[in-house]
Each structure stands twice: as C-alpha cells, then as structure tokens.
C-alpha cells in the first residue's frame, strides 16, 4: 500500500505557510491592477492545441502538457494566458469598441527541465491593455508592475527595468541596408549581448554572412547603451525613438526613472513584439528576469482577427518568490487566528461556541478549540497561534455568565460585550 | 484561417463581469472561512491517476479527465479536492501531533454529459477539520457554510440543509437484523426517498430479498421524519441520537434552527462517510443541492495512513450561481473603477499622467485614458463607468496648473490635492 505523497513532480503543494505567502504576492498583483484600472478575467485552464500552437513560438511548443481528450480532441493545459485573453476578444468582438484593460493571475503549465526558478508550473500575473496605441498604455502596464513591486518592499536598489525597442532595431537594421531574410537571426544575436564576449559576437555576426564593415557597425550599435546615443544613431523623425523619450519621460514625471533603464538587446519573443519591450531583472547576483513584456500588435491577426494594437505583460510568482526570499522581505502580513476561545469541561462547550459567534459576528477571525482543554495547553497554544486575544471558558465563566478576553501582549483583560466590532 | 473561439466545451470563460460574479461568490467563502479559523491551502490540479482512483467511488473514476504525461506517467485533473488534502497530510505527518481547519476553493474537472449545473469544470469551496472527533467540529464546518450562504443574501426561506448520520443508519439496520452484505444496497433505497414512490421502495427491499416483515420495517425507517422519532427507534444508548441531539442543540443556540432538518435519507458518498452527513439545498423549486459534507473517518487509512478523525464540506459554484440568480441577488457589490482622468490635448496628457497617479496613491481605483478624448465622450464614458468622481484636465487646467475632480452624483467640484487617502 505504499505510494508517493509528494506532489505531482515539478509542481508545488500549498501548506498554509507557503499559501500565505502566495497570497501576500497575489495580492500586491490585485491591488497595483485594480488601482490602475485592470478588471479580472478568467478562462479554462485547458485550451485547444491549435490555439496555443498558433500563439506559441517554436520554443513553447513543444513544452505544452498537451493530451487527448475522451473524444480525441486534442487539448493541453495552457503554457500562457495570452491566447486564451486573444481567443476571448475576438469571441465578444464588440469589446474592441472600446479599449479593455485585462489582468489575470493564472496558473500556466510547461513541461520543461527543472531547475532553480524553474518548475513545470507557476502563476502568471497578466496584464494586457488592448486597443490603445498611445505610449501611455505603454507606460500603464510597466507603472502599475513598478508598483506591485514596490508594494512588495522592492526598490530600485533590489530590481531595474530595461527598456528597449523592436521598432528601433527594425529602423537600425533598414539603417544598415543589412539583408531582409538575416533580420530574425541578428536580433538573436543582438539578444546575446552581455551573454558572451565580443569577440563572440563579431564571430556569429561574420557567419551570418555580414560584410566586415557591417560587423562594425552592428557591434557598435550592440555598444549604444543610453537613449541619447541611440537617438544620433536612428534616422531623422525617428517614431521609435520619439515613442521611447516619451515613456522615460513618464518615467521622471512619476519618479520611476531609478527602475529604468534603456537597453537595446532587449529583444524578447521574435514573432510577437512589434515595439516597446521591456525586461525586470533582480539586481540580486544573478539578473535573473522577473517579468517581461511590451507593445504586441498583430496578435489578433495571427489568430484570424483584425489587427489591434496591444501592449501587456506578465510576470511569475517563482523567481520573484525567490527575490522576496533572498532579500528577507517580509511576506505574509497577514495575521491569521484573531482570537482563540477555549474551554475547560463539556459544560462550558455551549459558552464557548456562543463567544466564538459573538466574535465571529464582530468580524473577528476565531479560532475555537474543538475539545476541552487545560488553561495552560490552552493559553500556550494561543501564544504559539500569535493571537491578539485569548478567551477560555472556565468553572466560574458558566456559573457567573460572564466571559472575559484576554490580551496576550499585556495579559489585561476585556469584558465580551466591551469588544468593538471590527470595521 | 477559421476557429472556434469559444472556450473548451463544458468549460467557462470568465469576462470582467461575469468575474466579478464569481469573485463575489468567492468573497463569501473566503470570508466565512477565515472568520471562522480555517487556514487556505493549495495542491497541483493534476494528480497522479492512482490517488484519485484510490479515494474515488466507482461512479466518478471514469468521468476523470485523465491522461499519460511525456514520460508515461499516469496523472488527471483532480476530480474533487479531497485526494490531495489526503496526501498533503500525509506527506506531512507531524501535522497529525494538532487539529489542521483547511480551507481550499479547488477548480475540480469532470469529464461528463452537460445539463443545467453540470459543467465539466466547477470551482468547490472545501472546509475540513483534521484530527477532531468532537461534534463541535461538524458545527464548525456546517455554521461556516451556513454564514457563507447568508452573507451572500440567502436565508432560511432559501434553502435548508438536511441532516442524516450514516452511524445511525448502522444502528438501525443492525436492529433490524438484516444482512450485513445487503447494508450498501439497502442504503441506496434510502437514498431514493422522496425520488420514487413508497410501492417502488417496497419493490426495491423485496428484490433485495427481504422478507414482508423487514421490507414493512425498511419503510417504516424511511418513514421516520424527525429525530425524536428516531431517539424512538433507535437502541437505548445510542451515540447516533447523541451525536445529532448535540448538533442540533448547538444550532438553536446559534440561532441556526431554521436551517436545519433532520432527515434519515442523507446517505451521501457510500465508501466515504461514517458519521453525520449533510446537505444544503435550494428551495427554489428543484431543491437541487448546494453543498454537502459530513464526517469521514477512515479517509487517511484508505491511502495507507493512519485513523484520524476527519470532517468536511464541499460547495460548488455554479449550482449556487444558479441558485443567486434566479433569487435575484447582488452579485457584484465590488465597485470597479471609482474615480476617471481624462484629457483635452497632448499637452495635458502628463498632467492627466500625474493626476492618476496621485489618486492611485491614496488609494483610489482609476481608470486613465489612454488617449485625447472630447469633455463630452469623457464624461459620457465616466458615467457608464458609473464611477464616483470624473477629472477632466483640459486647457485652462494645464494653464492654471490646478485640478478639480466632479463628483458625478452631484456635479460638485473638489479640488485635488483635498482629496483624502482612501483608509
């Protein structure tokens, strides 16, 4: 009879400790979107194969926890919530009457190598504003992940933003008359920066084919590192640029500017991204990126729909759960049990369960033991519950009618009656 | 280039509104829970095939939604929560030495034919008390269910929960002298009371092989419609009786009288419970169930662990969805967007920039635009909003360098910065 009680591998259990501090990340999410304006949606955990397919570059792929279903239809748990937000707008089109701001916190599956921040599933933190081309949707995605952030005691000593552009590379490689078919490939080079040496570079640039000359200059744009220098290097009337002084600009006016920080390799998903694109990384050693996102505009049209202009972006609860714990953020707030009540004999069950409600009714979380108890095992557990109050039902609280709390930091004690509600 | 964009068959999208719905239902729970002491946890929604089956009567083993992961491995989507509650325990067995209250809102998936509140994926909100036998812990988890359902504007007009004990059927049925072989079967007809007609039940019994005698006894029990009569029938001593009296009396005290019913044909789950057992129902015409528990104490042997003492509940939320909306209730109390900022002109867009996010930081919900918007579309979107306040920075407010936000109920204006923070 002996089986495995671990979890399914690559996927994590919930005991309530790590629950907590779960919550305590969802919840600097909920807030930061729902004080930006972000309304919640939904959709099932499991999407048709052919929907992921499309959205999904040829990496994702073939992670997907795909299966069939009783039918034979092909189906797989999602790698993302992107397609699935996609498949909803264009099953309501009317939506795209107006511009909607999307979140969502979902669970996403792949089916990958596991490793440090890496597991086969994670919770994505989703924001996505749809039918905005205006750089302040740009900025109102990346302001409302700066604020989550902050909420959760990170400031830019602890993680930066670096901002770059695919419409700029597009303007540079036109610039550099470079050819059309080797654009794909250059950015992935381009991605590599700070990855391998220069010299490695110059290497893989020279076997994509490029002229020594072209080498040079595309190793000099790898070296452009401020948006000034940039801007000298973009042909005149540059929108790309033009779009990227204005989100910095933003950025100053709401005091963001520490946590941003323009970078040209910012490259990311190479058939998705259309113009601003922006990374987090924690400045903890190792860089490691907390969330991504930027301007994705033919999203809708790859999946059969008219072109929209959108901007989101998504962030994981693993690799910024191991930020939090890395740098001893405080990570669950929240005070569970309020008051613990107990009682000494059978007697005064009946007076415990009736001060339990009445606490209950005041909007305190009570905890009520469920079988007699010593004062002492009582109070003891109350101590190690980390509870405001204490109330245990003895001999004289039945004969006298009247019960009292106890609180636990100073050990004085409150008639029942006198506890306010809580607001 | 065509697809369906609708969500997999038998499953839900969720868009803002009907989210919110959803979160309102989930407002309750989550509240009754804490409320009352119990702690949130979490498992993965895919389980190895082997748990679920293990615990899983006959009837929902092959409705799983099971399949082979790359490596062969046998998982499914968790059908219901309560395997992987097991198996947490179990993992962690130092959690026996207390009494563990757990609460989960679980998405459970079944793979069956769709009706009218049969979908193939729900959301089930459980509570279980671990490690108590006591019959305050079966009031625990009933009265939290209860004060779920009232904060959510349910009375006892709406629904009542009918209480039976599957040790009391025990005691009967080994007064009746009956053999032991037949008890399930003959729980079954129980089951059907009040589903088919008397002479069917007579039927039944006699087919089960029965006598004229212990068929006429058989329905005599199902006859028996309140717990005084079945004191009556019971045998002298009876800790059923004792068990049922306790909780009952414990509902008057609370005031939770008028939800409660004894009823004999509670049988629930056959292999699963062992004590009181429970079930809410609507009393909107159908008197569908809206959730149902009751005490279970040999889950944990059954995957190899120890006896332990268990009781639980399990409420799903698209019956009770159902249930709100033909009652009519509020189901969405949560204001979204409270407050709007709008602009004239590209040049008073970084003052509109910088009045968000002011409002955000005292704690408003506010909804920016994303782009130039005519005073008249502006505050024509504001209302459908229904928002509470509206500012609109247009050019005499970039000239002046001051803001006012309308109330939109009144068409008061109020300067900005006299605003207060939200507590």
Redesign the interface.
Known sequence: ?????????G??????DT??K??HVFQAWRNAA????F??????????L??LE?KAGEEISDQL?A????KG?A?S?RGEFTP?MA??I???RELLS??Q??TTIA?C?R?ERMSRGRKR?HYQWNLD?IG?D?V??D??VL?TAI?AMQSLGLGSENFVVKIGSRSLLNEFYTKLGLPPEEYREWCRILDRKGKVTTSDLERRFSELGLSESEVTTSVQVLEISTLTEAAEFAPPGSTAIADLEQLF??GV??GLDPFMEFSLSIVRGLDYYTGIVFEGFDRVGEMRSIFGGGRYDYLLRS??GPDVPCVGLGMGDVVLGETLDELDRPQAKEQ??EVTVGYMTPEA??MA??TA?QL?EK?????????VEAPRAFFG?SSAMKAGMAVYVGQSEVETGSVFAKLLNTGELIALDSIEAKQ
């Open positions: 009879m002996s089986m495995n009680y671990g979890p399914t591998r996927m994590r259990d919930f005991y309530p629950y907590r779960r919550e729902l004080l930006h304006g309304e919640f949606v939904d959709a099932p955990i499991v999407e048709s052919e929907l499309r926890y299966f069939e279903d009783k239809r189906i748990l699935s498949r909803m264009l099953n309501r107006s511009v701001k999307w669970q599956f089916y599933e504003i905005a205006s302040v949707a900025f109102e302001s604020d600009q933003f006016n709401a999946l059969g569970m049990t069950e009946p369960l009736n409600r209950r909007g305190y979380r009570t905890d009520l033991a469920l079988k557990r």
